[in-house]
């Protein structure tokens, strides 16, 4: 069955098509005439990026009113966001290409914010807002040459608002909805969000202040056996604020400045455990976990005849700590990223760059203290890309990066990537791609500084990924692509339950598989979107990522100013710790938007999960039924 979803979504593909949404306003993949950063971290046209990107662009954010930033990365092909269907303060697993947290870059406007602190050296996507974000950009394979450690399998860049050239423009939205499980059907509100966003140009200054607070109650996080005993609901809150500044010195030289505070407070539950029989059962605990982080940095872009150089500056302060066993985590970054972008002619261009990070934790803990100053660690990275566009459709680019570690000295990582367009005919274009790229993800501070001396030092991670694919534009209404990945891990950082230790798996472990999307425009109002992630790993490392997940969606302009979409979801077993079984589930979800008053004014609602289908996405944790959103969006 499983091979049969494989053939029957490949062949789709070559019969069907791919960038509905790029053509067209509404779209969600991009189109080859798209402007991306992420991919080579400057300005490029799509065409001459030779790996699989993704971009969500501002229009399918706006028409997507009510999602969150984690409902519309698992909409993204070879994307699994694990807890997402949870309740709102459940934490998040992310995967891209059956890869782990650790194996994902996390970047804002280009700097890597995941937390040295954390077990998995992850940051958290509950501090995102999506009223924050004017795109997102998720680039998948081996992406160390230009991110170091952790972008593995992916990187996701999430690129913030860009301020108004008007001197004042303000735009308030506020939400509110059910929050209930399948067997709660509970209609009152119960979920909550509100923003405010402040941009324009004075001058030689943009300015963007963006605030927001959001939270849900009426579930409990575990789910309870006992139906006539219901657990008491788990609260989650979270405020966040923004501050982004800009200033033209002149047309060449551009100075800005961001800070951020991101808090949220979340209460959780936990399991009983029998040291006999080693079964587990889900428990109402009175949990609490609290974050605080704290961002800021300065920027500088100078752009000259040949090129630009930019500087990116930045700190990061982050405290957790949970209750009632009061265990406390603080983790400090401080870094840098210097690259130069030198043009030689339109056809061959280079990037080099300089980067480096200062990473510190502290720990307060019963059994694995690590005191302020004791767990550090830094790193010095030259990095070099090498980039040529043919106008003949020739499109080649190679590159490679030194990371030097204060515990693991030097690790060397390199990439080529060939690829090919050409037009079919005058209407029709193609482009076909492959690549080999090497990466690395070194150990957290907590994994290197909380080993006991008898277990042997950590190494780091090494992956090999080789990736082709192709991408096939009919016209404006009809496009395709497929992407076949193969990728190898050695040296992969596991957990022993043995001696609750992190240790380094032996031997090597693969992942493959077929990521394929198609898209269709029959007429002006309708877009069909339709992608398919087929993964295959061992069976051991399959935990909680589906062999086979469909994603299909309809947009249909019902009016000038009315906007609709119909979206269905089918992801496939998987198995969570313990051995637990988790059973596929089908989704099927409806978002409407109004706009009023010259498109200032905007009404939208959803309804999530319309057939109320009950399944689980952890082991004895509760997952949300049909559920109602209604929302307001003004701007002034």
Same mark, same amino acid.
């Given at each position: #069955? ?6 029957? &979504? ?25 402007? +991306? ?30 999602? *969150?930033? #984690? ?11 694990? !807890? ?51 795109? +997102? ?25 860009? @301020? ?36 324009? *140009? ?42 982004? +500044?800009?200033? *033209? ?29 080693? @079964? ?53 970054? #401080? ?16 990037? /080099? ?11 307060? /803990? ?26 003949? !459709? ?5 590159? /490679? ?28 274009? @193609? ?5 080999? &790229? ?36 009919? &016209? ?16 992969? +950082? !596991? ?6 230790? *992190? ?15 198609? &898209? ?17 790993? @061992? ?24 906007? /609709? ?41 959803? #309804? ?29």
């Amino acid at each position: #069955m499983k091979k049969q979803l494989l053939i029957v &979504s490949v062949l789709a593909c070559l019969f069907v098509s791919k960038n509905l949404f790029s053509q067209e306003k509404n779209e969600k993949v991009e189109s080859l005439d798209e402007i +991306i950063i992420t991919a080579t971290k400057f300005e490029t046209n799509k065409k001459n990026v030779g790996k699989t990107v993704y971009k969500i662009t501002q229009e399918t954010i706006q028409n997507s009113a009510g999602k *969150t930033v #984690m409902d519309l990365l698992n909409d993204v092909p070879g994307v699994e966001i694990n !807890g997402n269907f949870s309740t709102k303060g459940q934490n998040l697993g992310y995967y891209i290409r059956g890869g782990r947290n650790r194996q994902v870059a996390i970047l804002i406007d280009g700097v890597n914010v995941n937390d040295p602190s954390s077990f998995g050296g992850d940051f958290d996507l509950r501090q995102i807002d999506i009223q924050q974000i004017e795109s +997102i950009e998720v680039l998948k394979g081996a992406s160390s040459i230009l991110y170091g450690t952790g972008a593995a399998t992916g990187v996701i860049n999430f690129i913030l608002k860009k @301020a108004s050239k008007k001197k004042f423009n303000a735009v308030f939205s506020t939400s509110m909805g059910s929050n209930s499980s399948s067997e709660n059907n509970n209609l009152s509100a119960e979920e909550f969000s509100t923003n405010f966003n402040f941009n324009g *140009t004075v001058g030689k200054v943009n300015y963007l202040l963006a605030l927001n607070a959001n939270g849900s109650r009426g579930l409990s996080a575990a789910e309870n056996p006992d139906k006539n005993n219901p657990f008491e609901e788990d609260i989650f809150t979270r405020q966040n604020m923004l501050l982004k +500044i800009n200033y *033209t010195l002149n047309k060449n030289l551009i100075l800005g400045f961001f800070g951020s505070i991101d808090e949220f407070s979340t209460d959780f539950d936990g399991f009983n455990f029998d040291p006999i029989t080693f @079964a587990s059962s889900p428990a109402d605990r009175n949990n609490n976990l609290s974050s605080n982080q704290k961002r800021a940095g300065f920027n500088v872009d100078y752009n000259y005849e040949k090129g630009v150089l930019k500087i990116r500056t930045f700190a990061t302060d982050i405290n957790r700590r949970d209750t009632p066993s009061n265990n406390f985590f603080n983790g400090e970054v #401080m870094g840098f990223d210097v690259f130069n972008h030198y043009k030689f002619n339109k056809e061959f261009s280079i990037l /080099t760059g300089f980067a480096s990070q200062f990473q510190d934790m502290e720990q307060l /803990t019963l059994f694995s203290p690590i005191e302020k100053g004791a767990g550090k660690q830094h790193f010095y990275d030259p990095y070099l890309s090498v980039n040529y566009f043919s106008n003949s !459709g020739f499109i080649f680019n190679a590159g /490679t990066r030194l990371n030097v570690h204060s515990e693991y000295g030097s690790n060397v990582v390199f990439n080529v990537n060939p690829a090919y367009n050409f037009k079919l005919n005058t209407t029709s274009n @193609a482009k076909v791609f492959a690549s080999y &790229s090497t990466a690395f993800v070194t150990p957290t501070l907590s994994e290197i500084f909380t080993k006991l001396p008898s277990i042997e030092k950590l190494l780091p991670e090494e992956d090999i990924t080789i990736e082709t694919g192709f991408e096939l534009n009919f &016209s404006s209404k009809i496009s395709l692509n497929a992407t076949f990945f193969y990728r190898e891990e050695t040296n992969k +950082i !596991g957990y022993d339950p043995m001696t609750f230790q *992190t240790i380094n798996d032996l031997g090597t472990f693969f992942a493959r598989g077929v990521e394929t999307e198609i &898209s269709f425009k029959p007429i002006k109002k309708l877009a069909l979107l339709a992608n398919h992630t087929y993964i295959q790993r @061992a069976e051991s490392l399959m935990l909680k990522i589906p062999r086979n997940k469909f994603f299909i969606k309809a947009d249909y302009q019902l009016f000038p100013s009315t906007f /609709t979409a119909l979206s269905y979801r089918f992801v496939d077993e998987t198995k969570d710790f313990g051995d637990v079984d988790l059973h596929s589930y089908n989704l099927v979800d409806f978002f409407i938007n109004h706009q009023i008053l010259d498109k200032k004014v905007t009404f939208y609602g959803s #309804m999530t999960n319309i057939f109320n289908e009950n399944f689980q996405e952890i082991a004895g944790f509760t997952t949300r039924g049909r559920n109602y959103n209604l929302g307001l969006r003004v701007q002034l």
